[in-house]
């Protein structure tokens, strides 16, 4: 077709125009005979028929995983690497395995602070100057703390990670810890915190972490801590933390982007290869129990238009056999946007902008959640409609068609993690504190594709069961009492997440 075009075009150039045939002549159309019937007029065809049938989607692109690799210093310092080549950019930080959830009790929020602490200024650098070192690199570190471990680390020039590391070495090895530092970032904690008192959500997460695993429970509690634990704490707790928790046997260099392995192991050695310290990683957190629900625990904020719902247990644990079909069928629950939940919620009830949940496997056992703020005038259908889909998930067994929708939105999702160098940076802290192996997330997408639609349903069945869900709720006292009391899921029992439980009761 192209030959024949191209031969025409060159046709039309060369003579200025193109020969054919002339026309015959119209020929006259005879007249219908009266014993004729005419010919039935042809249906018209609809221009709109397209719509009912959605055009189909292209051929997804492959499923690229990056490769972590891991080396280990003679003095205990694990080394996780992952080699970008596209931009000469690396991230390099510090994971270490001790994180909120190693908070002595009453302590809350101390190592978030101590974590923060080291960044105040170290080997002698107070907090203005080694701001401008890390400025004249160009860069601007950051921490972060979860439960099960910390991270600090930033984003560099290739050509200046040898002296990022150097001073992130100090920053790791050689924190100040000056009394006037400690005061103002205590007084930066508290004033975040009392903000944050402000939040439904903030409220709904302190309660339903205590409502769900305790006040004793190393997951029974914020992070950051609350203002009276946060208050109590003192520049020893901090230094006191840093000594039990530090060591090359407990922490490990990530480095990530246009960097070899071997390039990596030549910089740890330089930057940490004679640091010293006996600190191993913590026990892993006991099991919670899983008690039946007894009591409905509000939070009451009167006059709130909303009513932030909250309902959970403790779920499972990374390696848990159940790990992947549980994902799955917390995914069709409530896990995207046409989840059950937020199908029902929102777009058939019209009582939220959007409902969710979610199992969050930790290195313990983790809590599996469900969540969503609704209009406080629907404050009791909202919940009974919570419930009718935990009982549909037995009433009505998962699709084939959710299953599968399910499946590919989390092995989808799975490369955004990875979209920066900071994003595998993150990644490969994950795989430290969480203990997990370097192919995780190619056994992940594995397990996520194997799942049986039993194994799925069997899960689901096993751990959305409404009898073991705890409910939280933030909002107008008396509508919930009013609401929420007739359903009869338990005793209604008001408390006030300022303080910690422990100091209530």
């Not at 219908?32 to 065809?45: D, I, L, M, W």
């Not at 009830?349 to 949940?357: E, I, M, N």
């Not at 370097?438 to 594995?446: G, S």
Request: proline share 10%; with cysteine.
């Amino acid at each position: 077709m192209r030959r024949l075009f191209t031969a025409v075009s060159v046709l039309t150039l060369a003579t200025g125009c193109i020969s054919a045939p002339l026309p015959k002549p119209e020929e006259p159309t005879p007249a219908p005979s009266p014993e004729t019937p005419a010919p039935a007029p042809q249906p018209q065809e609809d221009a709109e028929a397209f719509r009912a049938q959605p055009p189909k989607p292209g051929q997804p692109p492959e499923l690229v995983l990056p490769k972590f690799e891991q080396a280990k210093l003679d003095n205990g310092l694990t080394v996780l690497v992952s080699t970008r080549k596209e931009l000469p950019l690396v991230y390099v930080g510090v994971a270490f395995a001790t994180g909120g959830a190693q908070d002595p009790a009453g302590k809350w929020g101390l190592a978030d602070v101590t974590y923060k602490m080291m960044l105040e200024g170290a080997a002698g650098k107070d907090t203005l100057a080694l701001d401008r070192a890390f400025q004249d690199l160009g860069v601007s570190p950051s921490v972060s703390t979860d439960p099960d471990g910390a991270f600090i680390g930033t984003r560099v020039l290739k050509r200046n990670a040898d002296a990022a590391l150097a001073l992130l070495s100090d920053v790791v090895r050689k924190p100040n810890f000056a009394q006037n530092d400690f005061e103002r970032r205590k007084k930066l904690q508290l004033a975040e915190l009392v903000r944050a008192m402000g939040s439904p959500g903030f409220l709904a997460q302190q309660a339903y972490l205590n409502a769900v695993f305790g006040p004793k429970h190393p997951y029974g509690h914020p992070v950051s801590g609350l203002p009276a634990t946060v208050e109590s704490l003192t520049l020893q707790d901090v230094k006191s933390f840093y000594q039990k928790n530090m060591g090359p046997k407990a922490a490990a260099l990530v480095v990530t982007g246009d960097i070899t392995l071997d390039e990596a192991v030549k910089l740890a050695k330089k930057a940490f290869g004679d640091w010293k310290g006996s600190a191993t990683p913590p026990a892993v957190p006991p099991a919670p129990p899983v008690p039946a629900r007894q009591q409905v625990v509000f939070v009451p904020k009167p006059g709130l238009d909303q009513t932030v719902i909250v309902m959970g247990r403790p779920g499972i644990a990374l390696g848990n056999p159940d790990e992947h079909s549980l994902d799955l069928a917390t995914t069709v629950f409530g896990g995207f946007f046409g989840s059950r939940l937020n199908m029902n919620l929102r777009e058939d009830k019209g009582y939220s902008y959007g409902a969710g949940a979610n199992s969050d496997a930790r290195l313990g056992v983790g809590p599996l959640t469900a969540s969503s703020a609704v209009r406080a005038d629907v404050t009791g259908p909202a919940v009974a409609e919570f419930f009718r889909e935990l009982k549909g998930i037995r009433e009505r067994p998962i699709t084939q068609k959710e299953l599968e929708a399910a499946r590919e939105g989390l092995i989808r999702a799975i490369p955004g993690e990875f979209e920066s160098v900071e994003g595998l940076g993150s990644s490969a802290a994950q795989l430290f504190f969480l203990r997990r192996p370097m192919d995780e997330f190619a056994r992940t997408v594995e397990g996520l594709e194997k799942a049986t639609p039993a194994e799925v349903q069997r899960a689901a069945e096993g751990y959305l069961s409404p009898e073991a869900m705890q409910v939280v709720l933030v909002g107008d006292p008396e509508v919930i009492q009013q609401q929420v009391g007739p359903l009869e899921l338990g005793k209604l029992v008001a408390e006030n997440p300022v303080e910690p439980p422990a100091t209530k009761r």
